[in-house]
Structures are given as C-alpha cells and as structure tokens.
C-alpha cells in the first residue's frame, strides 16, 4: 500500500541528490513555503503533514515532533502520520519511541509491509525475535503488493540469526529472497556470509563458485573461494582454485593487470597454486 502523499518526501529526498549548495536553499524555501501554508491554513492536516516532513528531513526533531503532535489534533489527519512519526523518531535514534506510534499505525493498516518494515527497525536493536517477525511480515506482506527491496531481506536475516533461528531456515529465506529479485548479489552474498561464519565449508565453497560464473572480477571471487578451502585443510582443491585466480587475471587486459592490488593477488596466487 503506497500513500498519495508519500509522493512528497519522496519528492524532499529527491532534493539531496542535488549539491549542497542547490539542496540546502531549495529545503529552505520548502519549508518556509510550507510554514506559510500552516500559518494561512491551520486547520489544514495536509499543510500541517507537509511541514512536519520538512522538518524531519532538515533533522529538526522537535519542531517535527511538535508539528505531528499538532497534525493529530486535527480532523482528517492524514493515514500516514503515525508511520511517519516513527520513521522520525527513528531517524532521531529513539527506536523505543518508535514503538508506540508504529503499533498504532499497523493495527489499523496490517497490509501495508512498510508499517511492519518500521516495526522491524524499531526493535531489532533490543528485540531481534520480535524484530524478525515483523520484517517477516513485511515480506510476506509485500509479496501481494510489490516485490521487497533486498535492505528488507537483509534486516529479516540478521534479526534472525541474531534471534537463534536455524540457519538452514536463514538460508532458504535468502535464496526465496534471491530467486524473487532475479538473482540479488546482496541476498546471494549475506547468504555466503552466513554460511562462512557458520563453518559450511561445502556450502559456502557451493555459493562462491555460483557467483563466480556470472562475476565479471571472477579472480576475486575464485580468491575468495580459494582462502575458504585452504583454511578448511582442502589443499589440492585450493590449489585449483588458485590456479583459477591466474587464469582469470591473465584474461585481464594489460593495463589492469598491472594494478597494485591485482599484482598482490597474483603472487599470492602463485604461491597458493605452488604443490
């Protein structure tokens, strides 16, 4: 579910892309633009909406939180206010005062996985069981609407990890994750990650030369392959991989070959592929 009206900070966020120098007037004008509005208009929720968003987004959080308080005293407030509020607080480092608006806001729109996503971030400092339910649901929620972004896949895993879940479950998830991004580096690689940290030899050797296949610097990932089998006591396979390694930097063209650090992998590589 996508609000009309968060059409505008999408549009504020838009604004930094620009140089300091263009991003920081336009803002400026926004708001006093937007403080006009509120001032001509004070029983306007839409008005008093737009200038608490401004403020969050010059990190003006008292004068955000003041301008939420006041847009919720007023009939018609917009649906999104309570999910931005959190968002600011958030963004204000107040996970705990998150909550609370957070919770109101998905009792009333349980679909909508943008409320569940802030609920996630909200407790995945303290709470990651907690936390990773609720990214859970912000992807199953989304899978009815639009297709998650791989940030939420990722907060799902660390949650979960954090949380004690099995980590063929994690996994799965990942790759799900993947399969439905058409092939997400990032899922594929924390998926990698986590099978490194937990000692999956065979897994982790499977998901490296899976990536390799469609990398276009294969020598770092063959590298990378490599130091897993020889720290697992695989000698003759990371010696394959090694040899890997030289194969893929000779493709290489001369110039870039020539770089520092690939000169630093290359004997390195010589002296893994070395019986």
């Not at 987004?57 to 999104?80: I, Q, S």
């Not at 608006?101 to 996630?120: F, L, Q």
């Not at 998650?148 to 979960?160: F, I, K, N």
């Amino acid at each position: 579910m996508v609000h009309p009206r968060s059409i505008i900070p999408a549009l504020l966020v838009a604004s930094f892309a620009l140089s300091d120098s263009a991003a920081h007037p336009m803002l400026d004008a926004q708001l006093a633009r937007a403080e006009r509005e509120v001032v001509a208009s004070p029983s306007d929720p839409g008005a008093c909406h737009r200038l608490a968003q401004l403020y969050r987004y010059r990190r003006e959080w008292v004068h955000a939180e003041d301008a939420f308080a006041r847009c919720r005293a007023l009939p018609g407030a917009p649906d999104a206010l309570d999910l931005d509020l959190a968002r600011t607080r958030l963004e204000a480092g107040r996970p705990d005062d998150a909550l609370s608006p957070v919770a109101r806001y998905v009792a009333t729109h349980p679909e909508d996985p943008e409320g569940w996503e802030v609920r996630g971030r909200a407790l995945e400092g303290t709470r990651p069981k907690e936390a990773a339910d609720a990214f859970a649901t912000a992807l199953a929620r989304s899978a009815s609407t639009r297709p998650a972004l791989p940030d939420t896949y990722l907060h799902w895993a660390r949650t979960a990890e954090a949380a004690g879940m099995p980590t063929p479950t994690i996994l799965a998830g990942l790759d799900a994750g993947a399969a439905r991004l058409h092939g997400a580096v990032a899922l594929q690689v924390a998926a990698l990650d986590l099978a490194e940290r937990r000692g999956l030899v065979e897994e982790a050797v499977a998901r490296l030369a899976a990536l390799e296949v469609h990398a276009q610097r294969k020598e770092v990932w063959a590298a990378r392959r490599a130091r897993l089998l020889g720290e697992a006591g695989r000698d003759a396979a990371a010696r394959e991989a090694w040899g890997t390694v030289l194969a893929a930097i000779e493709n290489l063209p001369a110039s870039r070959q020539d770089a520092p650090a690939l000169r630093a992998l290359r004997q390195e590589a010589q002296r893994g592929a070395r019986p």
